[in-house]
């Protein structure tokens, strides 16, 4: 079984603090990619990644950044959290686009910015 | 870049009765059309996918349609049960050069009731 785990389930930060979220997936997979979700807004890609040191932007990058120094790491990092940020931000990775292009989350991590 | 809308938002139907969400998408370069699965408090899962070159494709209860010429495509649950209530979600594929995204939709909350 896939497994694509995430560093921390629930997270309480303050505005302006700078926050690491960490995702972890144990299948070799290329693709990595970083969303939030809100309520009535979906899954919105915020980045995702197709290989180490490589990053694409998705639909809502602004505030946000990522990093990719191993295969299977892909952080994401709030620079500076703000309020508007508090939202459920799941992970997941994939194997290359061809012939399959399967995600696999991982649980999310629920962070709200005081 | 690609836009996907899902209807409807919320879906309540009486247990056995059929179940349709539809979503169009805007990118005819789009190729592959999965719908993730999220129950409460738990990740989204695949639960059936299709691709561009093929019209439906049938996994016991559910079902997906494909229409390319108009841009939409639909899922289909026969004989709801309880256990079918979540959160649906359609996407299409984001393609840029270096690799493969997915867009989602923003969901629809099906409610089953017995």
């Known amino acids: 079984d896939v497994k694509v785990t995430q560093s921390s389930r629930y997270l309480v930060k303050r505005t302006g603090e700078k926050v690491f979220l960490e995702c972890v997936q144990d299948m070799d997979h290329e693709n990595m990619f970083w969303y939030r979700q809100d309520p009535g807004l979906g899954l919105r890609l915020i980045y995702f990644s197709y290989d180490v040191k490589m990053k694409e932007k998705g639909d809502i990058p602004e505030g946000y950044s990522v990093s990719r120094e191993k295969k299977e790491r892909f952080s994401l990092i709030l620079e500076s959290a703000s309020t508007n940020q508090t939202s459920m931000y799941l992970c997941a990775s994939g194997p290359p686009s061809v012939p399959y292009n399967e995600q696999f989350f991982g649980p999310g991590t629920r962070l709200t910015v005081l | 870049g690609e836009n996907v809308e899902q209807h409807p938002s919320t879906l309540s139907v009486q247990e056995g009765d059929s179940a349709v969400i539809k979503c169009t998408y805007s990118?005819?370069?789009?190729?592959?059309f999965p719908w993730y699965k999220q129950e409460l408090g738990k990740r989204p899962q695949l639960i059936i996918d299709i691709r561009s070159n093929v019209g439906e494709k049938k996994d016991q209860r559910i079902a997906v349609t494909l229409n390319k010429t108009a841009k939409h495509f639909s899922l289909h649950i026969t004989e709801t049960q309880p256990e079918d209530s979540a959160v649906y979600f359609c996407a299409a594929t984001l393609a840029n050069q270096a690799g493969t995204a997915l867009i989602f939709g923003k969901g629809t909350t099906l409610s089953v009731s017995s």
């Open positions: 990118d005819s370069a789009s190729n592959y």
